[in-house]
């Protein structure tokens, strides 16, 4: 790599999106520290021009993928996967059993024989340029029939990650750009949906990835995966720090609790609690805020119906939508009695009680009728109980994502010279398709779309090339009836009893 040092302002974007970390600013100027595999990522985020190819020297090329690292003697690839020894280029792991992976992969199987493949796509290698058969396609047999799984590790550019965060804690409004700050802020997906407790960000995908903020998006998806935390800013909205299986932190509140459900459902689980609770119960709620005598519920358990009349576009009986915002229950109420639009005096009586609580039981407070005020004090031990139960009824809040993705070129060609024919097969139950032995949902429609639990992948087998795409392993696994039929690559076939003699020589990490 040739560097212009004269042109170099010090930004230190070329840093920041190394994916060896070997570019680095020293007094203001970039450095390039030696293991360089001219992958060009300095090139593609560089203002100034600093960077140029000068002349190709006798590296080793790594021919994996479209970035054809230039690797030095007894180093790795932008990628981490490929390695130079004595100047042959090598597969960093070996391939996986089934059985390796099979505890990360929850749940019970379905005893069809192709529901499992022979062998995972971890570690196995590629097959760009698209043409050439997978690395490995292997053939066994299972309950009297001849079964084949053919893997690879699949690059997916045109990819991207949904995470979901168990939180009532409002946000921002949907559709909302969200921003890292790497060297300047940078645009990497934006705020999804809300689902039944939970809030779902979009990050990644082709646009996004394809754009000029592609690179930073990536390395951060990638850090993401690897379990590390990161802290993304939503536009006009909060700031939140996620890492993957721990609690969110959501504008400096970390969320413990994911609620039991919205506010009427709520109401309508623990209505008997509720009875004895108060003589009115309010669960505030940023997408149903139930009020308990009103509710069915309540009238159910012949509640009396209380001179309390609440704020909010009435849905139903009892069910009531209030604005969102950062207050209670993920609403715009931060005092609990302003929830409140009347009260009929002549239906509170001095003595009558008022509990109002969010969704999870978290904030809470109790109120008794003194000379026609609601005037707070001390729960009572029915109400104690009720926000006991409540709390306890909670999940745990939690950050999680799925990967989503579509198999493509290199990953369906490995398989069959017929694309098409697999397609087909996968849509008609022939073929089954699994992500490093985790099984994914296939969406209907055309081409092979999935989403994946990226939790029950092994960890360690998503990696991420520059260009940039991520890589994961995956597994077409069918019988060799089916195999045939699309045009499977017969010529590149092995029993899988010979690849598991061999793959200990031939596959063995460093």
């Known amino acids: 790599m040739k560097v212009d040092i004269d042109k170099c302002i010090g930004c230190g974007l070329c840093g920041e999106v190394c994916p060896l970390g070997i570019a680095v600013v020293e007094e203001r100027k970039i450095k390039i520290n030696e293991g360089c595999v001219e992958c060009k990522t300095c090139m593609k985020v560089c203002p100034e021009g600093v960077f140029s190819i000068e002349v190709l020297d006798d590296k080793a090329m790594c021919t994996a993928c479209p970035i054809m690292c230039r690797i030095p003697v007894g180093a790795y690839g932008a990628c981490m996967r490929y390695y130079n020894e004595k100047n042959e280029i090598k597969r960093k792991g070996r391939v996986h059993t089934y059985e390796e992976v099979m505890d990360l992969v929850k749940g019970s199987a379905d005893e069809r024989f192709i529901e499992q493949p022979l062998l995972t796509g971890i570690g ?3 097959t760009y340029p698209d043409f050439r058969p997978s690395p490995f396609i292997v053939s066994g047999v299972r309950d009297g029939v001849d079964i084949v799984t053919v893997v690879t590790e699949a690059p997916l550019s045109y990819s991207g990650v949904k ?5 009532d804690l409002n946000m921002g409004q949907e559709g909302k750009k969200i921003y890292i700050r790497r060297k300047g ?23 996004i990835l394809t754009s000029k903020d592609g690179l930073f998006a990536a390395k951060v998806l990638f850090e993401f995966l690897k379990g590390k935390k990161i802290k993304v800013e939503i536009e006009d909205g909060q700031t939140l720090e996620l890492l993957l299986g721990k609690s969110p932190k959501v504008g400096g509140i970390t969320e413990e609790r ?3 459900g919205c506010g009427s459902a709520t109401t309508g689980l623990f209505a008997p609690y509720m009875f004895k609770a108060a003589d009115e119960v309010i669960v505030l709620d940023g997408h149903i805020t139930g009020l308990f005598s009103e509710h069915p519920s309540g009238r159910y358990l012949n509640k009396v119906r209380s001179g309390i009349s609440i704020k909010g576009q009435k849905s139903t009986d009892g069910r009531y939508f209030l604005d969102k915002g950062s207050g209670w229950g993920g609403t715009t109420i931060e005092n609990p009695l302003d929830v409140i639009r009347d009260i009929d005096a002549t239906k509170c009586p001095d003595g009558m009680t008022l509990l109002i609580t969010e969704t999870t039981g978290r904030n809470f407070s109790f109120y008794r009728m003194k000379d026609g005020r609601l005037t707070k004090e001390k729960a009572t031990p029915g109400a104690v109980k009720f926000i006991n139960v409540l709390r306890d009824s909670c999940e745990r809040s939690q950050v999680s994502a799925i990967f989503a993705a579509g198999v493509g070129g290199s990953a369906r060609a490995g398989v069959t010279k017929n694309p098409i024919k ?6 008609e139950g022939k073929v089954n398709i699994t992500i490093g032995g985790a099984k994914p949902f296939i969406f209907p429609g055309g081409g092979i779309n999935f989403l994946v639990d990226v939790e029950k992948i092994k960890y360690g087998s998503i990696y991420l090339t520059p260009t940039p795409s991520f ?23 092995r029993p899988i009893h010979e690849v598991l003699k061999t793959m200990n020589y031939e596959l063995l990490c460093l």
């Open 185 to 207: 802020k940078r645009h990497i997906g934006h705020l999804c949906t809300e689902e039944y407790g939970s809030k779902i960000l979009s990050l990644g995908g082709v646009n």
């Open 258 to 260: 994911m609620r039991v």
């Open 163 to 167: 995470i979901k965060i168990d939180t």
């Open 471 to 493: 890589v994961l392993p995956v597994e077409y696994t069918m019988t060799m009836e089916t195999f045939k039929a699309i045009g499977g690559h017969i010529e590149a076939l």
């Open 422 to 427: 697999l397609t087909k097969a996968v849509h």
């Open 124 to 126: 196995s290698g590629t």
